[in-house]
């Protein structure tokens, strides 16, 4: 079967009308971010803010016009909107806190979300933040857990969470649940195996939607299972949305503790607070004669959180039974409870609790701005 084309994708968009104008998308110049791969095609329909609800029937027709065109494998289609400046408009810091009230509330029923990131991957962030939601849910608190890595989604697979979200109304979806948390991810809304090939202005839409868009209803807490780095996603989930606070995970050696200071200091410059960092794969016990292992070194986490001044919430070993229950969708905080393992996660999660000091019911911040110069 021959291979879907970019000329291909435009000329058949130039088909679909934009109502009010009665033009094509194409010719309005309202398509951006076009990419086209493998048959997997995916790009971003701009509008403005005020008709953007009313744009998803818009939204829907070009993505079923591609999904029909022959060599097609998958098609995604998200709005973004882009709101005009005046000529005479103040600087953007000025207008970003109006825009800001203007627009919808991203999970406004939840108090406290809190980012679970890496500096790179391969550190075991995805592992760790799930049984940190798990062992913050251990304690009675209200849960959510929202996968942000939209390129590899993989917390449907360590929540033993398998289907699609519904939705009652079109609009609204309803998070996936297990374990009693609640859980939204775009593993949900794609196949496992379809590559996800969109550029940053779609990533940032779907991260927003899946904020806005999903009836988390009220949590005491979220967490946000962030993608590895500082790249679009990260920015976006750092100026747009009203985080408590970030947890840094990284292993022991240089390197990796390298990036994990990347990490840090691009939360410190938008102002979220870093609530400590941990140190993952800590060292390796070996279960037949008890012998320490200190494969990637030992302490550096530590030695790092006291030079940046910063809280060192704890060490994980790097154990087979973390890793077998993770990939198996049953997380060792709930199906080994008992385990020593288990047990350092919930401590971790309780000094995460903590330290966000929400007893009280104390607001988390507002989102913060970022400001280039």
């Not at 406004?108 to 799930?130: D, H, L, Q, R």
């Not at 304690?139 to 929202?146: A, F, I, N, R």
């Not at 996800?196 to 904020?211: E, N, T």
């Not at 993608?227 to 990284?250: E, K």
Request: contains cysteine; proline residues 7%.
């Amino acid at each position: 079967m021959a291979q879907v084309t970019e000329a291909e994708v435009l000329a058949r968009l130039k088909n679909i009308v934009e109502p009010d104008s009665g033009q094509d998308i194409v010719s309005l110049g309202m398509v951006s971010g076009l990419v086209v791969k493998d048959g997997n095609v995916g790009f971003s329909i701009e509008v403005a803010p005020d008709k953007g609800p009313a744009s998803e029937p818009l939204r829907k027709t070009a993505e079923q016009a591609i999904h029909e065109m022959p060599g097609v494998v998958s098609a995604t289609v998200v709005l973004t909107a882009h709101r005009a400046q005046p000529q005479s408009a103040p600087p953007r810091a000025q207008q970003a806190p109006q825009q800001q009230q203007e627009a919808k509330p991203l999970a406004p029923g939840v108090k406290n979300i809190v980012a679970v990131a890496s500096g790179k991957g391969g550190v075991g962030k995805s592992t760790t933040a799930v049984n940190l939601a798990l062992g913050l849910a251990a304690s009675g608190l209200k849960v959510g857990l929202l996968d942000a890595d939209i390129y590899g989604p993989s917390q449907p697979r360590m929540m033993g969470i398998s289907g699609k979200p519904s939705s009652a109304d079109g609009k609204v979806l309803e998070p996936m649940e297990n374990y009693g948390i609640k859980v939204m991810s775009m593993g949900f809304l794609v196949d496992e195996e379809t590559p996800m090939i969109w550029r940053g202005p779609m990533v940032m839409s779907a991260l927003q939607q899946m904020l806005r868009d999903v009836n988390w209803g009220a949590l005491d807490i979220m967490i946000v299972d962030m993608p590895p780095g500082t790249g679009d996603a990260q920015l976006t989930m750092a100026q747009q949305v009203p985080l408590a606070g970030a947890v840094i995970v990284s292993t022991p050696q240089d390197i990796a503790l390298l990036d994990a200071r990347k990490g840090l200091n691009m939360f410190r410059k938008v102002d979220v607070p870093v609530l400590g960092i941990i140190e993952n794969m800590s060292y390796f016990l070996c279960p037949s004669c008890g012998h320490q292992a200190d494969i990637f070194g030992h302490g550096g986490a530590r030695d790092e959180a006291e030079r940046l001044g910063i809280e060192f919430l704890g060490e994980i070993p790097l154990h087979l039974d973390i890793r077998e229950t993770s990939d198996g969708g049953e997380p060792i905080v709930v199906t080994r409870p008992d385990s020593d393992h288990a047990a350092a996660f919930r401590a971790i999660a309780n000094r995460i609790w903590e330290q966000l000091d929400t007893a009280d019911g104390v607001e988390t911040r507002k989102a913060p701005n970022i400001v280039i110069q």
